[in-house]
């Protein structure tokens, strides 16, 4: 990745382990977290951070931190990661946002500078998002950036999984 995407009103950047505090803040919280099988506690939103530095290195993307332009505050993560998606390792938009920002376009803001980032810099013909059948939210977000319902599979995470996707034709159609 570039050092950073910007949008409007969001700069997306790689990771620091200084993000520890901000990111609990968010993956600690019950309902934000209701989707997954439980909050996170400080060592697994640590392995969170971790884990995207890995993919940093491994794939040159991975989670990115969502970040306000005018102040700076973390208010979150988006982007892209390898996902077992109903059995087959698959490019996939995720995304996180503190509840405080729910509702105002943020993670559709971050969600479609990264699928634009996605197209314009990688291989990849199609890009998906999945979640938990309940997450309205996520699935929402997903739509609001073009994507389509292409899968609904059982999932032991998550009882039922639904997976969304674009093709770069369609995205480029969008533009």
């Known amino acids: 990745m570039t050092d950073m995407l910007e949008t409007k009103r969001l700069i997306l950047r790689e990771y620091t382990v200084e993000d520890l505090d901000a990111l609990y803040e968010i993956m600690s919280d019950p309902e934000t977290m209701q989707h997954y099988p439980a ?31 005018d102040t700076g505050e973390f208010i979150g993560d988006c982007g892209l990661t390898m996902q077992n998606i109903d059995g087959d390792i698959l490019p996939e938009i995720g995304y996180h946002i503190n509840k405080r920002y729910w509702r105002q376009g943020f993670a559709h803001e971050a969600a479609s500078a990264c699928r634009d980032w996605v197209f314009e ?9 999945y979640m938990k059948y309940t997450n309205v939210g996520s699935y929402s977000t997903a739509m609001s950036i073009g994507m389509k319902k292409v899968k609904e599979y059982p999932d032991p995470k998550n009882k039922i999984s639904y997976a969304y996707a674009i093709t770069r034709e369609e995205w480029e159609q969008l533009r």
């Not at 810099?121 to 998002?129: A, G, L, Q, R």
């Open 39 to 69: 909050p996170f506690d400080k060592e697994r939103t640590m392995n969170w951070i971790t884990w995207n530095l890995d993919n940093y290195n491994k794939y040159g993307f991975g989670l990115w931190a969502v970040t306000l332009k």
């Open 121 to 129: 810099n990688t291989k990849f013909d199609k890009i998906y998002s």
